[in-house]
């Protein structure tokens, strides 16, 4: 790990520098920009706001309990490592069925909430067979969630100022991080994967990530529909397909 860690510093330090784009309006000072206001004053940004909110819960839930189901299967550390590689071949998986159909974000987002929402059904009954086959699913699923899930909402900031991005950027990490800290307070009263705390909290992560494509597909309608209005013209891609990566000055 740590040669890998010193070979991504090297890689860092050849790539070109990367600057945001000046623009014609005043500079803010730092606080400013983080004004609430001033990066949440869009109609679609209400429900941006439930997304993230929902998705902090779900991420600490999928990520803390990943980890886990794989411990309570085996000790083994070969075993272990196989069962990593598993997972990891589920999200390849995802991948190769994602360029080979090309289905559109919409059915994607909700194939991953689907296939997420089986898994965290089937953990509620913690044989190791299916906590495997849990795993297996959430892995598989968390591969369409997670693409599409971040790519909207970074394409409904995509009209922001630079420094209006980076101040939505900080505050969405800040409100993941507090759901995700809420959550692990329950989680650390738990002493076992079964009782009725453990099946209320993947009650409210299936609440919680069913209700995320239904608040971020209503995000972006409000924002295309926006962004018709003040350009006068079609939006310039259809809703639910991802945004054309960025460009930067270099």
Not at 40 to 56: E, K, M, N, P, Q
Not at 134 to 146: C, D, E, H, K, R
Not at 167 to 196: C, H, N, P, Y
């Amino acid at each position: 790990m740590f040669v890998f860690l010193i070979v991504m510093l090297i890689f860092s330090a050849t790539m070109p520098r990367i600057s945001l784009p000046r623009t014609e309006t005043p500079r803010l000072g730092f606080w400013q920009q983080l004004q609430w206001k001033r990066v949440f004053g869009d109609r679609h940004s209400v429900w941006l706001i439930l997304s993230i909110l929902a998705g902090g819960v779900f991420l600490q839930f999928q990520n803390l309990f990943t980890l886990v189901f794989t411990f309570t299967v085996t000790q083994d550390k070969l075993l272990i490592a196989l069962l990593n590689l598993l997972y990891t071949g589920a999200a390849f998986l995802g991948l190769i069925l994602y360029r080979k159909f090309k289905w559109n974000d919409h059915f994607c987002l909700w194939l991953g909430v689907l296939l997420l929402s089986a898994g965290f059904v089937i953990a509620m009954f913690p044989l190791k067979p299916l906590l495997i086959l849990s795993n297996v699913l959430t892995a598989f699923g968390m591969f369409f969630f997670a693409m599409i899930w971040n790519a909207q909402q970074f394409q409904c900031i995509e009209d922001y100022a630079p420094g209006r991005k980076a101040a939505f950027l900080i505050w969405r990490e800040s409100m993941l991080v507090g759901m995700r800290i809420v959550l692990l307070v329950f989680i650390m009263s738990l002493d076992k994967l079964e009782g009725w705390l453990y099946i209320s909290i993947i009650g409210v992560t299936l609440a919680s990530l069913i209700l995320i494509p239904v608040v971020q597909a209503k995000a972006v309608r409000l924002m295309a529909h926006g962004r018709k209005k003040r350009e006068g013209t079609e939006p310039l891609g259809e809703e639910g397909n991802l945004p054309r990566p960025p460009t930067f000055s270099a």
